[in-house]
């Protein structure tokens, strides 16, 4: 059973900072892109940002300059530093992995989803 577990999001000025951690726990051979998406109401699941497993990104226009996304393998955990919020930031995240498991092949898991909200 793998398991992904998104923390950090929270309330923050414009303007502020945060930092999203996703952590992976589990059964698995070896973990190859993390994505994470955000999501408002009412819209589509976008994707922010994504890491390869030799740690090459890519990022949505709309964040390109301000936010970083890095992993660190040793910890099977994915990280997405988002500097200069801006009101229109706020979504749930969502951290995605393509996963190879010990036992099941090679599937796509997601989280549970972390809450930020960026004040103006």
């Known amino acids: 059973q793998v398991q992904l577990v998104e923390s950090g999001g929270g309330l923050v000025q414009f303007g502020g900072s945060l930092r999203l951690s996703c952590a992976a726990s589990?059964?698995?051979?070896?973990?190859?892109?993390m994505t994470w998406y955000r999501q408002t109401p009412g819209k589509q699941r976008e994707m922010v940002a994504v890491?390869?497993?030799?740690?090459?990104?890519n990022y949505a226009d709309s964040v390109k300059g301000r936010f970083i996304c890095s992993r660190d393998n040793a910890k099977n955990t994915v990280y997405l530093q988002m500097n200069s919020l801006k009101p229109e930031d706020t979504a749930v995240y969502y951290c995605?992995?393509?996963?190879?498991?010990?036992?099941?092949?090679?599937?796509?898991?997601w989280g549970h989803g972390t809450q930020v909200t960026v004040s103006s």
């Open positions: 995605s992995a393509n996963i190879r498991t010990i036992s099941s092949g090679r599937f796509d898991y």
């Open positions: 890491i390869s497993s030799g740690s090459i990104t």
């Open positions: 589990g059964s698995f051979a070896t973990i190859y892109s």
